[in-house]
């Protein structure tokens, strides 16, 4: 007997991450007892060699006594507005100096003319997810997600924590999601009486797909997205993780379309993911009850203060730090901070296209793998029917070779696994953004990575 019964709650079931993440420490130890060197594939998380805070901890104290100085206070015993500010509770919308700062330089990155008082901070992307779904579930009725088949598994487990969620996957080609899928979804959710307020995506260096939407496909959803009278949620953690030239990036759906766009910013990747700071942005009207019509960001301001309710001011100070130059000035771009973190992630990037290519170019019937326009991943595939990705086998990367991949089969929502019970279970996810070394020490892991993935495969694949 329990204490208490909650017959209606259901325990979600554990994402193949968290699951290897539980086995890793066994097979690795496995692994290592046979001599064999743990080569990292799997963990997407930024590079510490990009992610050392001890530069920004000085920035941002110059930044913060600068400040102080711009001040002026007289009365020395006075406490500085900043730091008084930085330790109080704040309000849902955070310290206005921040939103100002970012609403310029972000602004002018992508062309868009944003107002600060529409950018509501988010506990990191993850925060702006969480947000937007329980914005729409709020009334109680079935909603139906759209999203991408395979799609973030972060976005998978918030739409699994509401019992009247359903998603429904719209299959992608090299392009992005096809359309004529997307559109069939929506109404395929509406017939079976699920309201469907979005489109959740990661146009660009999709998780985990591994490539980025092409710029004809954006603009052929978006106009599915207006005619269909949906919004387009976009997370867009990796929009500075950009290897594309500056005239050949595609753009973001929210520089395309901002009122029909729910942008997910995150600091994570262009600053660091500690200190969680994100925005969602959207100029987005809503028709609700009663037929008002009131603003997306006003709604997702209500639900935010009575969920996260104070932001932590200090966090959102020291981004706004780093949105600051070595003297004070506000950047004109954050570009030049992307570059200071693409100068690795491009190395290895190049690193990881070049040895697949010169081991594996040869087998173009046996293997493919995708070339990311941005982020962090690679997605590997087995063209032969003989190899499944399963558990077993990727237990047995890290056993028998040292090899820790990520398989992709759980990156695929339930309906796309109904469709096709094979879907993604002759592919891998590939990182390339994670290693414990730093430097030469981190080129020759990586390289040594990719050449043990490639002896494997093709051992296994008997060739
Ligand atoms: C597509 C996507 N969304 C969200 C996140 C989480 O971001 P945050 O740290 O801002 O919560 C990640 C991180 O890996 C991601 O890849």
């Known amino acids: ?41 799997g963990a997407g998380y930024p590079h510490p060699e990009v992610t050392d805070p001890r530069g920004f901890l000085e920035h941002q104290q110059a930044y913060f006594d600068h400040v102080i100085e711009e001040e002026g206070l007289n009365d020395p015993e006075a406490v500085p507005e900043i730091l008084r500010e930085s330790f109080s509770y704040t309000d849902t919308l955070g310290p206005k100096t921040t939103r100002a700062a970012f609403a310029a330089v972000y602004g002018s990155d992508w062309g868009v003319e944003m107002d600060p008082d529409r950018l509501i901070p988010t506990v990191g992307a993850t925060g ?21 088949a395979p799609t973030y598994a972060g976005f998978t487990a918030r739409a699994g924590l509401c019992q009247h969620a359903r998603i429904f996957s719209v299959d992608m080609d090299e392009e992005g999601a096809v359309p004529d899928r997307f559109r069939e979804q929506i109404r395929s ?33 978006l106009d599915i997205a207006r005619e269909e009278r949906i919004l387009i949620v976009e997370d867009a953690p990796y929009v500075y993780i950009n290897f594309a030239s500056e005239g050949d990036r595609p753009s973001p759906f929210f520089a395309m379309a901002p009122e029909q766009t729910v942008h997910l910013f995150t600091g994570s990747k262009i600053g660091f ?29 209500t639900e935010a203060s009575s969920d996260v309710l104070f932001q932590n001011p200090q966090a959102l100070r020291g981004f706004e730090a780093l949105l600051h130059d070595e003297n004070f000035k506000l950047r004109e771009s954050m570009w030049p901070l992307a570059e200071a973190k693409l100068s690795v992630y491009r190395e290895n990037r190049e690193i990881i296209l070049s040895i697949l290519e010169r081991e594996l170019g040869a087998y173009p019937e046996h293997f493919e793998w995708t070339t990311p326009g941005a982020g962090f991943f690679s997605v590997f595939s087995f063209l032969k029917p003989d190899t499944a990705t399963d558990d077993a086998f990727v237990e047995k990367l890290v056993s028998e070779y040292g090899i820790v991949v990520i398989p992709m089969y759980d990156f695929y929502p339930a309906d796309a696994r109904e469709r096709n019970p094979g879907a ?30 490639c002896t494997a495969v093709k051992k296994e694949s008997n060739l």
């Open 1 to 41: 007997m329990t204490q208490i019964d909650a017959p209606d709650l259901v325990l979600q079931p554990v994402s193949v991450t968290r699951k290897m993440a539980a086995s890793l420490p066994g097979l690795r130890d496995l692994a290592q007892s046979k001599g064999l060197k743990i080569h990292h594939l």
């Open 424 to 453: 993604g279970l002759n592919q891998l996810r590939l990182s390339f953004c994670f290693s414990e070394s730093t430097g030469d020490a981190r080129r020759r892991d990586l390289t040594e990575a990719v050449e043990a993935l």
């Open 189 to 221: 959710a509406r017939e079976q009486g699920f309201f469907v307020p979005f489109y959740y995506t990661v146009p660009d260096g999709h998780n985990p797909a591994g490539f980025s939407f092409s710029q004809a496909r954006r603009e052929k959803l």
């Open 128 to 148: 702006g997810i969480n947000l937007i779904c329980s914005l729409f579930e709020r009334p109680g009725k079935p909603v139906g997600y759209i999203t991408d």
């Open 273 to 301: 993911p500690g200190p969680r700071v994100g925005f969602l942005y959207t100029a987005a009207d809503l028709t609700i009850a009663g037929g008002e019509t009131v603003s997306l960001s006003e709604m997702a301001l």
